[in-house]
């Protein structure tokens, strides 16, 4: 009988953390982040805190060809799961 892993295998880091901690500001590149401007700033809304909780976070096992099927649609992957199960809830409660 295999023995029972107790633990998940580590992700292999490929980052060079020592030479990212030893960047300077003028070496880390922005580009893809500019600066914002005082319009900027302006136009911006702050976002409140949440009214009530819509949703619980949860942990759940799918299968293979249904988290493919779901992630293969695009972003919002797991808000399609929600309304299928909500569908499913509905047309079938008793």
Same mark, same amino acid.
């Given at each position: 009988?295999k =023995? !029972?892993?107790?633990?998940?295998?580590? %992700?292999?880091?490929?980052?060079?953390?020592?030479?990212v901690?030893?960047?300077?500001?003028?070496?880390?590149d922005?580009?893809?982040? =500019?600066?914002?401007? %005082?319009?900027?700033?302006?136009? %911006?809304?702050?976002?409140g805190?949440?009214?009530?909780?819509?949703?619980?976070?949860?942990?759940?096992?799918?299968? %293979?060809?249904?988290?493919?099927?779901? !992630?293969?649609i695009?972003?919002?992957?797991?808000?399609?799961?929600?309304?299928?199960?909500?569908?499913?809830?509905?047309?079938h409660?008793?």
């Amino acid at each position: 009988m295999k =023995p !029972k892993a107790t633990s998940k295998p580590e %992700a292999t880091d490929q980052t060079d953390w020592e030479r990212v901690d030893n960047l300077s500001d003028a070496e880390i590149d922005l580009s893809d982040h =500019p600066e914002w401007s %005082a319009a900027d700033f302006a136009a %911006a809304k702050r976002r409140g805190p949440q009214r009530r909780l819509t949703k619980q976070p949860v942990s759940i096992r799918l299968s %293979a060809e249904v988290l493919e099927y779901f !992630k293969a649609i695009g972003k919002g992957w797991q808000s399609r799961v929600d309304q299928v199960l909500k569908e499913y809830v509905a047309t079938h409660h008793r």
